[in-house]
């Protein structure tokens, strides 16, 4: 799926976004698995329900937990060194975010990923990112698009380097930067759990 946007001038250059949100196979990149937690850096904040909600969520999107996973509290509660209480509502929130789910009388469990529910996120997502950057569009100031300029030149360069670490963060700040000028909280807060649960998919599939 790919859509077209076009953009003020700026530097004597006409801006076009080309966005494309899609199946992304492992043509590029032969195969090799890069996963986010090459991308995030943790630190342990006062609240521990928020530690361990990272620690867990971070785990899930680049698989060291993996789809199907059943999660013990006792066993995550021993290794984090921690209570059971800041696990159990990590859980929670991580339910929410659907990367958990709760079985009655069995467990809590790492949710899979289906064919289904990827067109089902692609498809909300290019509903909802068409609309954020066409608001973003007009939010734009010099120096975001001397930004876009900097990160499409970044991921043209990796791919001819065949660099993914680089090319995958420069396509999730090309992203992020427009969903923020989109200047919608709410908006934002739902793309990025969109972006957790389809780069997780991203993620197996490379």
Not at 111 to 133: F, G, M, N, P
Not at 141 to 149: H, P, V
């Amino acid at each position: 799926m790919i859509y077209y946007i076009s953009v003020k001038t700026y530097d004597d250059k006409s801006y076009i976004f080309m966005v494309h949100i899609g199946l992304y196979k492992d043509q590029l990149f032969n195969n090799r698995v890069y996963t986010l937690s090459h991308y995030i850096q943790l630190e342990k904040p006062i609240g521990l329900t928020d530690w361990a909600y990272q620690r867990l969520k971070t785990a899930i999107l680049n698989l060291s937990l993996a789809p199907g996973t059943q999660l013990h509290i006792d066993d995550i509660a021993t290794e984090l060194n921690i209570s059971r209480t800041p696990i159990r509502e990590a859980f929670l929130q991580l339910e929410k975010d659907g990367l958990v789910e709760s079985i009655p009388r069995v467990g809590y469990f790492v949710t899979d990923i289906t064919r289904d529910d990827l067109e089902e996120l692609y498809d909300i997502r290019e509903l909802l990112e068409s609309r954020a950057i066409e608001v973003a569009v007009n939010n734009l100031r010099e120096d975001d698009l001397q930004e876009i300029d900097r990160l499409m030149q970044t991921g043209s360069l990796c791919v001819l380097e065949k660099d993914a670490d680089k090319y995958l963060q420069a396509e999730i700040d090309f992203h992020a930067l427009l969903i923020e000028r989109s200047r919608n909280k709410r908006l934002i807060s739902i793309m990025e759990s969109l972006q957790d649960l389809t780069l997780r998919w991203r993620t197996l599939s490379l």
